[in-house]
């Protein structure tokens, strides 16, 4: 029995070192500078840029409808002495109504412009979260931080940033490589 306990012993050793380096799982925490992402992030810049076309493209309707309003205004200083007071009256109601319209519009834009920005942002988070996981995924990762800047990691090694890496890895999947 003897013979036969050593060699089962080896075997036994070779498989549980052969199993710890196979399912070894790396359990070094690493994080990614978020901001950095977003930043280098190429869907970032064309998402922005289509946003920003898209907001000065209503603030214009804004400011054009401002505009026409201000001059109905000027026109009506101007007009106001030959004026009857039923037309005095008439005028007033008429441009009060037109800015309160105004009012209006210019806060549904507002809020539209905000809504729009908030949609943007989260689809290049929500691309940078599913590339992450992916990532983490395929390179055994058990946990990736996310640093912001604003207190979540106030000190990391620089070799467990996985910034680089990873932005590398995004922009390639973005643009079909």
Same mark, same amino acid.
């Given at each position: 029995m003897n013979k036969l306990a050593f060699p089962i012993a080896v075997t036994a050793l070779i498989i549980s070192l052969a199993s710890f380096f196979y399912f070894k799982t790396n359990t070094a925490q690493v994080y990614v500078d978020v901001n950095k992402l977003m930043d280098g992030y190429k869907r970032t810049a064309i998402v922005k840029k289509?946003? !920003?076309? %898209?907001?000065?493209? /209503?603030?214009? &309707?804004?400011?054009? /409808?401002?505009? &026409?309003?201000? %001059?109905?205004?000027?026109? $009506? !200083? %101007?007009?106001?002495?030959?004026?009857?007071?039923?037309e005095l009256? /008439?005028?007033?109601? /008429?441009l009060g109504n037109k800015q309160q319209q105004l009012n209006n519009y210019q806060q549904a834009i507002q809020k539209q412009i905000q809504?729009?920005?908030? %949609?943007?942002?989260?689809?290049v988070i929500n691309d940078i979260n599913d590339y992450v996981k992916v990532y983490g995924k395929e390179n055994g990762h058990s946990i990736i931080f996310g640093a912001s800047g604003s207190g979540n990691i106030m $000190?990391? &090694?620089?070799?467990s940033d996985l910034t680089a890496e990873i932005l590398i890895g995004l922009n390639?999947?973005? !643009?079909?490589k």
């Open positions: 289509q946003f !920003e076309i %898209k907001a000065s493209t /209503l603030k214009a &309707n804004v400011d054009s /409808l401002l505009t &026409n309003w201000q %001059k109905e205004l000027k026109d $009506y !200083e %101007k007009e106001r002495a030959s004026m009857t007071e039923k009256k /008439l005028k007033q109601e /008429l809504q729009e920005d908030q %949609k943007v942002t989260q689809t $000190y990391a &090694n620089e070799a390639a999947e973005f !643009e079909g």
